[in-house]
């Protein structure tokens, strides 16, 4: 009875998700431009933000990007202050993760 009644909201907030992506396509469209115009203004920006998908910790980020741990630090600062991610405390180690997708 309670898996039932689990698979029933799960299948209802699948359907809900689908109908939120059709319905904000255009919203999402725009900020994801806005996004690529304000802070993917470089190479190595583009190629950090692609990194922050909340599997790569910080020092990675640097490593996989080719860039200082400062340049990763503020670039995240902007993002987090423009709420475009959050950052996971793991232990020691601090994962960044985009909040929109």
Do not use: Y
Request: aromatic content about 4%; charged content about 30%; proline content about 1%.
């Amino acid at each position: 009875m309670v898996n039932e009644i689990q698979t029933q909201i799960l299948a209802e907030l699948r359907q809900i998700r689908r109908f939120l992506a059709i319905l904000t396509k255009k919203e999402r469209q725009e900020h994801q431009q806005w996004v690529k115009e304000t802070f993917l203004t470089t190479e190595a920006r583009a190629k950090m933000f692609d990194l922050i998908d909340g599997t790569h910790n910080m020092g990675e980020i640097c490593q996989m990007a080719g860039v200082s741990d400062e340049t990763v630090r503020l670039f995240i600062k902007q993002l987090v202050d423009a709420g475009e991610i959050e950052i996971e405390q793991v232990g020691r180690e601090r994962i960044p993760r985009r909040v929109h997708l």
